[in-house]
């Protein structure tokens, strides 16, 4: 089932996201991660992909096996740069056969050891390209496609970077989730802007919850996401008082802040990049939804 259909009714939702292991000995705790959360009762839950499809045949079996043994609506992640339609085609033949039926349309990153040449002679350079293929290629697929609301790392401004969503969403795109940011203001302020740009659909917030203060530092330098300044001094005084497990309290309690805002304000539901740990998300969504 597409996604966008399980919107219809406007009830308020939550959504999660997961990291396929690296290493295949590590699936079965990945699993319990994944039976653990169900309690959440997630609209869908999406699996991620790597650089330039290199997670590619973990990601197929991930989300067939989610889908068939899990019982949840899933959606493959799906990148296009360095990447050739056969190639692609195949994927989305494979994601059909499994009955997995939604893909998050990337343009993504090339690995780091693919030459240069390999990334040019692919047709698909822009998520939009991507779009355009994915709702040629298989018309019954469904599509989400990713939102910036402090603008793309790239963009050269922030109508720009609308426009870019526009052109997203009028190719094939049927809802937007964004990066992640720690400022509900930033939700609201780009939802409306993206209404007065004519982009009418489905725009779902995306959260993480800090869970260690050098790894949300990484990610926020290659996302171009902020950390408000009380925030950040926030998670160094736990640093620096009560370490790791300070951190992740203060994390976690500023991640249900946030979803509850987010649900108050009017979002039509909440996406958790869960980093793969069951215990952050499930106090953070602990009795959201009653």
């Known amino acids: 089932m597409k996604i966008s259909e399980r919107f219809a009714t406007g009830t308020p939702f939550l959504s999660v996201e997961y990291f396929p292991p690296k290493e295949r000995q590590d699936w079965p705790a990945f699993f319990q991660v994944v039976d653990r959360l169900t309690q959440v009762r997630p609209l869908f839950a999406s699996v991620t992909y790597g650089a330039g499809g290199s997670t590619q045949a973990a990601t197929l079996e991930i989300v067939s096996r989610m889908q068939r043994e899990c019982g949840l609506e899933t959606m493959a992640h799906l990148t296009c740069v360095g990447a050739q339609p056969e190639r692609l085609r195949a994927f989305l033949d494979d994601l059909a056969a499994a009955g997995v039926g939604n893909v998050l349309a990337l343009r993504g990153d090339p690995p780091k050891d693919m030459a240069a040449a390999e990334v040019t002679e692919s047709p698909l350079h822009f998520a939009s390209d991507l779009v355009s293929f994915v709702r040629t290629a298989h018309p019954?697929?469904?599509?989400?496609?990713?939102?910036?609301?402090?603008?793309?790392?790239?963009?050269?401004?922030?109508?720009?970077?609308?426009?870019?969503?526009?052109?997203?969403?009028?190719?094939?795109?049927?809802?937007?989730?964004?990066?992640?940011?720690?400022?509900?203001?930033?939700?609201?302020?780009?939802?409306?802007?993206?209404?007065?740009?004519?982009?009418?659909?489905?725009?779902?917030?995306?959260?993480?919850?800090?869970?260690?203060?050098?790894?949300?530092?990484?990610?926020?330098?290659?996302?171009?996401?902020?950390?408000?300044?009380?925030?950040?001094?926030?998670?160094?005084?736990?640093?620096?008082?009560?370490?790791?497990?300070?951190?992740?309290?203060?994390?976690?309690?500023?991640?249900?802040?946030?979803?509850?805002?987010?649900?108050?304000?009017?979002?039509?539901?909440?996406?958790?990049?869960?980093?793969?740990r069951a215990e952050a998300i499930l106090a953070i969504t602990d009795g959201l939804l009653t």
């Open 140 to 276: 019954g697929i469904g599509i989400g496609v990713a939102a910036y609301p402090e603008v793309h790392p790239e963009a050269v401004s922030p109508e720009a970077d609308l426009g870019y969503l526009k052109l997203k969403m009028d190719l094939g795109g049927e809802f937007a989730i964004t990066q992640l940011f720690f400022d509900n203001a930033h939700y609201f302020d780009f939802v409306a802007r993206a209404r007065a740009r004519g982009i009418t659909k489905p725009i779902i917030p995306g959260i993480l919850p800090v869970v260690s203060l050098k790894v949300i530092q990484r990610i926020v330098s290659l996302c171009g996401a902020t950390l408000p300044p009380a925030f950040r001094a926030e998670l160094e005084e736990a640093d620096r008082s009560g370490g790791a497990a300070a951190v992740q309290r203060v994390g976690i309690a500023h991640a249900r802040r946030q979803a509850e805002g987010l649900l108050v304000g009017g979002a039509p539901g909440v996406h958790l990049y869960t980093l793969n």
